[in-house]
Structure formats: C-alpha cells, structure tokens
C-alpha cells in the first residue's frame, strides 16, 4: 500500500535548519510539522517562530504548523498568522505531557476536558477557514480519556488526528498502547496518523501489519537518531548507503555549522550540539562512549576535536 511519511515535530530539534538539511541529505519526509507556537498571555508571535515559519526558510518543504493553546482566541490568531504566511492547515497539539503544559490544561492536559475542546473547535470552524488537523496522545492519566473526544471531533471537517499511542502521564516510558490506538480507530470517522517509536524498518513493518488501514506514518525521535530512517523504509532496504558515515558527518557539519553562526556564544552552540548527539549516539557502536566524549568536550576546540575522534574510530 502506498503510504506517506511525516516528521513529528520536535521542540528545540526539528527546526527548518534540521528541516533542510535532513531533506536535502536524505530525502524520504513528505510533510514536516513543525514544533509548537506557543503564545505567553499575549497575542504575538516571537520571532524564533517567524523564522521557522517564514517561507524563504522552508523552500521545497512541505510544511504544517503547529499550535498549543487551550484558548479560542489564541487559536484564531495564530490561524489568522499561519494563513497570512501562506499555511493552509494548523495542527492543534493536544499530546505535550510536560507538566508545566498539563498543569495549565493544554497539551494531553486539555484530552480530560472535551468541552473546551469542543468550544475551541467550533469557534475555529465558525469564525476562520482554516484547516483543522490535531495531534493527541491518549490521554494523560489514562487511555480512555480520548475515547470520550472523539465523537467531539467527528462532529467537524477535521483533515485528520495523529495519534501518539502513549497518555500524558507516561511521559516517554513504557510502551505504545496499540490496543487502545486500535480502538481509536473503532471509534471515529476521522482519519488517523500513527504515532510512537518508528525507529526502524523492522518496526515500520510490524506496525503497518498491526494496522492495516493507516496509510500515514509520524516518525520523531527516530529521524533524529537515524536521519535515513525515511528513505530506507520508502525503498525498503535494510541495508544502509556504502557512505553512510560521510554522510552521517556531512549532517552533522552541516547542522554545526548553521548552529555555530545562529547562536551566540560557545555554552548554547555545544549545549545544542550536546541536545543532538544524545540521539545521534545512537547511530554508533558505542553510544554510552561517544555521548560521554562529546560531554567531556567543554570549548569549541574540545568538541571539534572529539567529533574528529568519534568519526574515525567508526570507520
Ligand atoms: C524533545 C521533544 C520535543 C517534542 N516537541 C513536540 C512538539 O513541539 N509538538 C508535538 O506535537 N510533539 C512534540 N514532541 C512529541 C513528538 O512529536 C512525538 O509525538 C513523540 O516523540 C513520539 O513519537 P516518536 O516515538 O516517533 O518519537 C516532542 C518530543 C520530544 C522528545
């Protein structure tokens, strides 16, 4: 079956740097999300948003925006911004789990509340022309909470409902529920993505056996630790390309070498640098080493050095 693949968005990861560079190195995404807009109590858009948005940043990309907000008005006007830049969907996130998020009653904090939801939805399709697409975990503190949102949503146009098989409460612990994903699909007429630990081809099978009806796939940590993960299950080859590690470091340059000139001062570019190696560790044979190398690595010149170091002990 023919399928497509989205790249979950990843607060302080999948920026349009990363974006572009992983499109441009390895291809294999067809929509990228990007991470969440989220407005502090006034109706603006900060300007780390507008450049990720803006679209001379994401030429060739396809790209949905995202919100969090358990406000009407927030919605709306960030619908309105989205629209004005050229977007013609809005993603609603109803799955962050971090408790700064839940406690305030957005993300998989808002999943318990299905009347504000319902209040949020019907003023979005009343007052704007937005389309309207969510991304929601299960539930925060148990798997059932969706099951009462879903025909809330059945009620409007929504393009779809990306699902993270997990509640809130488990934050990343613990498995997927594909039980409950399943009943999720019993229960609405809407379309739905699959969300949660695609970090393989192996596992990309497993799962499109599991469910046979979803055609739509988000990947997240996965792209990060395995920037080919896309282009291998789309020509579904176990096998990665012979330059894998060039291709691996020409990544990793690129990505440093945009990250080195957008932030300022040595701590953020190696904090960042540190933030991307916890997940790209995991494409060497040693992980636990490599992560501790690039750790120990406290100026420029250190992780310079240590990146060197880690990219010829592979080969
Ligand atoms: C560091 C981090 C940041 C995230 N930021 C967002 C976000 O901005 N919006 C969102 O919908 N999900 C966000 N997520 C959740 C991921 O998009 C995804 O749903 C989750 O990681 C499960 O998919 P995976 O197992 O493929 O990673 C974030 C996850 C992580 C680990």
């Not at 995202?66 to 809005?90: P, R, S």
């Not at 939805?121 to 009462?148: F, T, W």
């Not at 060039?246 to 080195?260: C, G, N, V």
């Not at 044979?285 to 490599?290: E, I």
Request: glycine share 6%; proline share 5%.
């Amino acid at each position: 079956m023919d399928f497509t693949l989205l790249s979950s968005p990843l607060q302080g990861f999948t920026d349009f740097r990363f974006r572009n560079a992983q499109n441009k190195l390895f291809g294999g995404i067809d929509t990228y999300y990007s991470p969440y807009i989220r407005l502090n109590g006034k109706l603006e858009i900060k300007p780390s948003y507008e450049r990720d948005l803006l679209p001379e940043n994401n030429m060739g990309l396809e790209v949905i925006p995202q919100v969090i907000t358990n406000d009407a008005e927030e919605f709306l006007f960030v619908a309105k911004y989205v629209q004005e830049l050229g977007y013609k969907e809005l993603n609603w996130n109803l799955g962050c789990p971090y408790p700064m998020v839940t406690k305030s009653g957005m993300g998989s904090g808002l999943i318990s509340n299905p009347e504000k939801i319902n209040h949020i939805l019907e003023r979005a399709h009343s007052e704007s022309d937005i389309i309207v697409s969510m991304k929601m975990r299960l539930g925060y503190e148990n798997s059932e909470e969706i099951l009462d949102v879903l025909p809330i949503l059945d009620k409007y146009p929504i393009k779809n409902i990306a699902i993270h098989a997990r509640i809130g409460k488990q934050l990343y612990k613990g498995g997927v529920n594909l039980d409950a994903f399943q009943l999720c699909i019993d229960n609405t007429i809407h379309k739905l993505y699959y969300n949660g630990d695609i970090t393989s081809v192996a596992k990309f099978h497993e799962m499109q056996q599991r469910f046979p009806s979803i055609d739509h796939w988000m990947i997240g940590r996965g792209l990060i630790s395995d920037p080919f993960l896309p282009s291998m299950i789309r020509s579904n080859s176990f096998e990665y390309p012979e330059n894998k590690m060039d291709l691996f470091r020409e990544f990793h340059d690129t990505l440093y070498a945009i990250y080195s000139e957008s932030l300022s001062g040595q701590t953020h570019i190696l904090l960042k640098m540190y933030h991307l190696w916890e997940y790209f560790s995991a494409t060497f044979l040693n992980p636990h080493k490599v992560l501790k190398q690039i750790k120990k690595a406290q100026s420029i010149r250190n992780y310079e050095a240590a990146v060197a170091a880690i990219f010829k002990n592979e080969k």
